[in-house]
């Protein structure tokens, strides 16, 4: 009998790789979507049809309580993605990332506890270690909230932690670096860039192009998902995905330029800068406890996931609604 999975965030950029990802490994999945009157199911509309129809669609949201616990019920794992992730509507609307982010964890924790699921996968971010101190950063680096949004975090990270010791709660922490690849929302680096390419621009528009980040495609960051379900060891404990390498946001641009074929200028504009001490400026991380626990490794080099993302996006089709030409939060 295969495992049922439930995944929260289920029609968003990761979460839908994620989805993938779990009916590949021979689970059925439960995926939550937000509720919306038109009845979208996200990136989820966009699987293929030999995958969803291993899927059950459920609309939801992860501030209701009793929603989650109905949605809870048979449920041998959680791999739980919902969230607010902008980092610069986090400055405008920090009440809602609290909603979401701490409160909406902890109803998915409660959720768990009382229907003693076998494993809970809650999905935390690089950010919460803010710029490197030491690097490449492991799982014992301190944590940094530098802006709203990885504050957030690293309470729904510790409120999780604090239930797996409280309760025992089989939680793991999933810490993915800059997770990047088709389907990318465009307040994102690679999408922004990409869209402005190929709508001809001949000026890209960013913000700091100094600052590192450590980027893994999106795969293969779904990858890790399963692999870090799949490993009971894990319970208790925090998990980076990291590819171990580093490039900047300027030198970035150039290669996704090379790899498009396109050339433009690159301009920093002041709506884009993030304040100075929010702004992380380097982030690097270290996969080693992934990798001793599980066979995962970073499938992709950064060209080659760059490659692949650049060629989803050259389908018009696939970039239908991304507001190349404005600033999108």
């Known amino acids: ?31 939550i979507v937000r509720y919306n009157s038109r009845n979208s199911w996200g990136w989820l509309d966009h699987l293929a049809a030999d995958v969803l129809k291993e899927v059950e669609v459920v609309a939801s949201d992860v501030r209701d309580p009793n929603g989650m616990r109905t949605v809870m019920k048979d449920i041998n794992e ?13 400055y405008h609307a920090p009440d809602s990332y609290v909603d979401t982010n701490i409160t909406g964890t902890l109803n998915i924790l409660q959720a768990a506890r009382d229907h003693s699921v076998e494993r809970l996968l809650v999905t935390s971010t690089s950010e919460v270690y803010g710029t490197a101190i030491t690097a490449p950063i492991t799982e014992a680096h301190p944590l940094q909230g530098q802006s709203p949004y990885s504050a957030s975090k690293i309470g ?25 690849g088709p389907r990318q929302s465009a307040r994102a680096v690679i999408p922004t860039i990409i869209t402005q390419l ?11 192009i100094t600052p590192t980040r450590d980027l893994v495609f999106v795969e293969d960051t779904a990858r890790a998902f399963v692999a ?30 090379r790899v498009a074929g396109r050339k433009a200028s690159i301009r ?16 690097l991380g270290s996969a080693q406890r992934l990798k001793a626990a599980t066979d995962w490794s970073p499938s992709l080099s950064l060209e080659e996931g760059v490659q692949r993302t650049v ?6 089709t696939n970039r239908e609604g991304y507001k190349w030409q404005i600033y999108n939060v």
Not at 82 to 89: H, K, V
Not at 268 to 277: L, M, Q, V, Y
């Open 78 to 90: 959680v791999y739980h993605l919902a969230a607010l992730i902008g980092i610069p509507y986090s």
């Open 268 to 283: 920093s504009t002041s709506e884009r800068i993030r304040p100075d001490r929010s702004e992380v400026e380097r982030l």
């Open 311 to 316: 060629a989803w996006f050259s389908e018009p």
């Open 228 to 257: 870090i379900g799949d490993t009971p060891s894990l319970i208790g404990q925090v998990v980076n995905i990291a590819t171990e390498q580093e490039i900047a946001v300027g030198d970035l641009a150039e290669l996704i330029m």
């Open 156 to 180: 729904a990270d510790h409120m999780a932690l604090s239930f797996h010791m409280s309760f025992g709660t089989p939680v793991t922490i999933v810490r993915p670096f800059n997770t990047y």
């Open 1 to 31: 009998m295969s495992k049922r999975a439930l995944v929260s965030g289920a029609g968003g950029f990761i979460g839908s790789h994620v989805v993938e990802a779990l009916v590949r490994s021979g689970r059925t999945v439960r995926a």
């Open 198 to 208: 190929l709508a001809g621009a001949e000026e890209i528009k960013l913000g700091a």
